[in-house]
């Protein structure tokens, strides 16, 4: 049984900044790509950020390229998401995901991945 737990969300006034946590457990955790999803209300789960096994290659959607910072530690089997200079647009819930699937030096920008978190609500207020 493989599971993943976030942590890290809350409010946040525009311009600040929070660190999101995805332990995983379960399995061997450098065999996963992971990422990072938001959902809004009324709105799709989407991509935030991608990394690798091994963390060489990542991938962030345009609206948080130079603002948050993805990486992983796979010591500790765990993810993390740092947030800066966020903005009201960024309220969401967000998700971590874990994919057995790709290559090791893949990253998964689509939903398709094997296992998710239960989320954790990010709130900036402006």
């Known amino acids: 049984q493989v599971q993943l737990v976030e942590s890290g969300g809350g409010l946040v006034q525009a311009g600040g900044s929070l660190r999101l946590s995805c332990v995983v457990s379960?399995?061997?955790?450098?065999?996963?790509?992971m990422g990072w999803f938001r959902q809004a209300p009324g709105k799709e789960r989407d991509i935030v950020a991608a990394i690798s096994r091994t963390g060489v290659n990542r991938y962030y959607t345009d609206p948080v390229k130079g603002r948050f910072t993805i990486a992983r530690d796979n010591a500790k089997n765990t993810v993390t998401l740092e947030m800066n200079s966020l903005k009201p647009e960024d309220t969401a819930v967000y998700y971590c995901?874990?994919?057995?699937?790709?290559?090791?030096?893949?990253?998964?920008?689509?939903?398709?991945?094997?296992?998710w978190g239960q989320g954790t609500q990010v709130t900036v207020s402006s």
């Open positions: 995901a874990a994919d057995l699937r790709t290559n090791p030096l893949g990253v998964t920008t689509s939903p398709a991945y094997d296992y």
């Open positions: 379960g399995r061997t955790f450098s065999n996963y790509a």
